[in-house]
């Protein structure tokens, strides 16, 4: 019987100047087989401000399927939902 190791990745950053240098490691990293994440490429998220209060926007790459299933036919919209949720207890 063969046990693996289990794979762990190692991160390093590498500090640069010259953009050389980054075309340079990319193109070792073809060769060795290791990846290049770019800060600065890196999805910003587009905040704006609603009177005052930051809102960020949500990730388009979440699945809302579940939800859907949860709502659907049960005549619930957001005035309904916020009546009922947002009671204060008096």
């Known amino acids: 019987m063969v046990i693996e190791k289990e794979k762990v990745m190692h991160e390093v950053v590498i500090k640069y100047k010259n ?25 910003k998220k587009e905040i704006y401000h609603i009177n005052g209060i930051p809102v960020e926007s949500g990730d388009p790459k979440i699945d809302m399927q579940d939800l ?23």
């Open 19 to 43: 953009q050389k240098t980054l075309k340079a490691l990319t193109a070792l990293g073809e060769y060795l087989g290791f990846s290049i994440a770019d800060s600065e490429k890196e999805e």
């Open 68 to 90: 859907t299933t949860i709502f659907t036919g049960e005549d619930i919209d957001a005035k309904t939902l916020r009546e009922s949720a947002w009671q204060r207890k008096k």
